[in-house]
């Protein structure tokens, strides 16, 4: 079966320090993988998603970046961290267009 | 473009009652509809689509969502409501004819209360 493994749960991290998370993805091949925010316990912002290795699309701008080096890896980075970046951060992964997305457990951020 | 709505914020039911949670929704073409469940400090978990066929889909933990064509609906029901079925209630819609890679648009979520 699949699995979504996102780490860590939970960080604080000062402004401007650097950001990594990395979500990964066993039990299947070539997914599309996700990003996205939860702000306020809310509404989803869609991030960055994926199709490929090394292919990345943005749909918001800002000092956020994602990157995908392997097939079944996600990662998204900050150089530098703002207040705003504070939020619960959501990897989720795609198998076809008519399958669920399936969400990893979250990592909630607090930049301080 | 395509759009999702859940009408209420919030919804309060007494357990053993049942439960409706309203979401409407707007595609150019034909929709492919979900609905998740959000517990705090976790994931969304999904519980039941609709891509075609019959109206009615069942899923996971005894809830089902009837789609309804004209009214461009998708409501999310249970005929009798546990107080653990209290969370974030997420429904999500995407254009069969759009692109998966972008994937689903998602209502604004609805905070279910089952009160014991």
């Known amino acids: 079966s699949q699995t979504i493994h996102q780490w860590p749960a939970t960080l604080v991290q000062p402004v401007g320090s650097p950001l990594s998370l990395e979500c990964t993805v066993e039990g299947t091949s070539n997914p599309n993988l996700y990003w996205y925010r939860q702000a306020a316990g809310r509404g989803l912002q869609l991030l960055f998603y994926s199709v490929g290795i090394g292919q990345i699309s943005s749909e918001v701008p800002q000092n956020l970046s994602a990157s995908r080096p392997q097939d079944r890896q996600f990662i998204l980075s900050s150089k530098k961290l703002l207040l705003s970046d504070s939020g619960f951060y959501l990897c989720?992964?795609?198998?076809?267009?008519?399958?669920?997305?399936?969400f990893g457990n979250g990592t909630r951020l607090t930049v301080t | 473009a395509q759009s999702v709505a859940q009408p209420e914020d919030q919804v309060n039911v007494a357990e053993g009652n049942p439960l409706t949670v309203k979401c409407t929704y707007s595609v150019s073409g034909n929709p492919y509809l979900f609905w998740y469940v959000q517990y705090p400090n976790r994931g969304l978990q999904f519980l039941l689509k609709?891509?075609?066929?019959?109206?009615l889909v069942k899923g996971s933990y005894g809830f089902e969502a009837e789609f309804n064509k004209s009214q461009t609906s998708f409501h999310l029901k249970k005929p009798s409501a546990l107080v653990s079925d209290s969370a974030l209630y997420f429904c999500?819609?995407?254009?069969?004819?759009?692109?998966?890679?972008?994937?689903?648009?998602f209502g604004s979520g609805t905070q279910l209360t089952v009160l014991p």
């Open positions: 999500a819609v995407r254009d069969i004819g759009a692109g998966s890679a972008r994937q689903l648009t």
């Open positions: 609709y891509i075609t066929g019959d109206n």
């Open positions: 989720a992964w795609l198998r076809d267009g008519n399958s669920p997305l399936h």
